[in-house]
């Protein structure tokens, strides 16, 4: 069965306290699901896209609410290996109130995920796609992972998939200069590149104002597109040699995580629907009303998004 996009990455179950709560003092927590990629594919599928993520958990309750989870949210799981006697990745989330920042946990160490091989992947339906799309964080989690990267994105582009590569470097799981020439060979010919403006600048020593940004990382990639987040000042994008830029919304912020994932999908939208400037405003969108939905799931549909570009809320960052 051919699905429009195809992601791969690992899945972790996520443990928050309540805001103002501590993680020194745990106790009550609420639990959910995340991880980049599945949350790209979980808001490619409630866009009414079809989506199928590429993965593997543990053969026991966790890996199952996991497995579940992303199947509830319409996203085809069934070459999700289920694999006995491994560990399904944890973080646990204290949010942040102004000016205390959140602060992230992670127990993900040998996952399941990180033994996932060439053999696991349907490579039928990656080359039958409409796109695929990767997050630098895949790359970063094992030696294995990184060379099954570099083949899940090698083996699209010469089957025509569109190549979607989101940077999302993390300093927990690399250093710098380790990340940098791994990301550069990830990036390297994508149809589409996304990363922050912290990242074009700490990752790979670009600077500028976003519109350099953007020029900077297109040669440096030799990619089609390039589209550079900019927070609460919205995000610019590259084709060509035209420089969109797209300013941000007032939005009040439930849980930030997850927000960029929401602005992926809605690039990765336009690649399947054939134009990806047109879904910048789209994209921007979806990221705002991340913002205001607690976990790490874009839980909106394509009417609410549709509405928040009727309504024209007010712009941020001019």
């Known amino acids: 069965m051919s699905v429009e996009v195809v992601t791969m990455g690992e899945a972790l179950l996520r443990f928050s306290v309540?805001?103002?709560t501590r993680l020194t003092e745990l106790s009550d927590v609420s639990v959910s699901v995340g991880g980049a990629e599945s949350n790209v594919a979980v808001a490619l599928a409630r866009m009414g896209c079809s989506a199928a993520w590429i993965s593997a958990v543990p053969d026991n309750a966790l890996g199952h609410r996991?497995?579940?989870?992303?199947?509830?949210?319409?996203v085809d799981v069934q070459h999700v290996q289920v694999v006995p006697e491994e560990?399904?990745?944890l973080y646990f989330?204290?949010?942040?109130?102004?000016?205390?920042?959140?602060?992230?946990v992670?127990?993900?160490?040998?996952?399941?995920?990180?033994?996932?091989?060439?053999?696991?992947?349907?490579?039928?339906m990656v080359e039958s796609a409409k796109a695929v799309h990767l997050s630098g964080i895949t790359p970063a989690l094992s030696?294995?992972?990184r060379q099954l990267s570099l083949e899940f994105v090698a083996r699209a582009r010469a089957a025509g998939t569109a190549v979607c590569v989101d940077v999302n470097y993390r300093s927990l799981l690399w250093e710098v200069a380790e990340a940098r020439p791994a990301l550069l060979e990830l990036c390297y010919g994508a149809d589409l590149v996304i990363l922050t403006k912290e990242d074009a600048g700490d990752v790979f020593g670009f600077s500028g104002d976003p519109e350099e940004l953007v020029r900077q990382a297109r040669d440096a990639f030799s990619s089609r597109r390039v589209a550079v987040t900019l927070g609460p000042d919205g995000a610019?994008?590259?084709?060509?040699d035209e420089v969109l830029r797209e300013p941000g919304y007032e939005a009040e912020v439930v849980d930030r995580i997850g927000s960029g994932d929401a602005f992926a999908a809605g690039l990765v939208l336009g690649m399947v629907r054939g134009d990806v400037p047109g879904h910048l405003r789209t994209a921007?969108?979806?990221?705002?009303?991340?913002?205001?939905?607690?976990?790490?799931?874009?839980?909106?549909?394509p009417e609410e998004v549709a509405s928040m570009l009727r309504g024209s809320p007010r712009e941020v960052g001019r």
């Not at 610019?236 to 060509?240: A, D, K, Q, S, T």
Request: hydrophobic letters at 35%; aromatic letters at 4%; glycine letters at 12%.
């Open 93 to 104: 989330v204290e949010p942040g109130s102004f000016p205390r920042p959140t602060q992230v």
């Open 66 to 74: 996991v497995r579940n989870c992303l199947g509830s949210n319409g």
């Open 18 to 20: 309540p805001r103002g």
């Open 106 to 124: 992670y127990d993900r160490r040998d996952s399941a995920v990180t033994r996932l091989d060439p053999s696991d992947i349907p490579w039928s």
């Open 236 to 240: 610019v994008l590259i084709e060509g």
């Open 87 to 89: 560990r399904m990745g």
């Open 143 to 145: 030696d294995s992972l």
């Open 284 to 301: 921007v969108a979806m990221a705002v009303l991340k913002l205001g939905i607690q976990g790490d799931h874009l839980v909106a549909g």
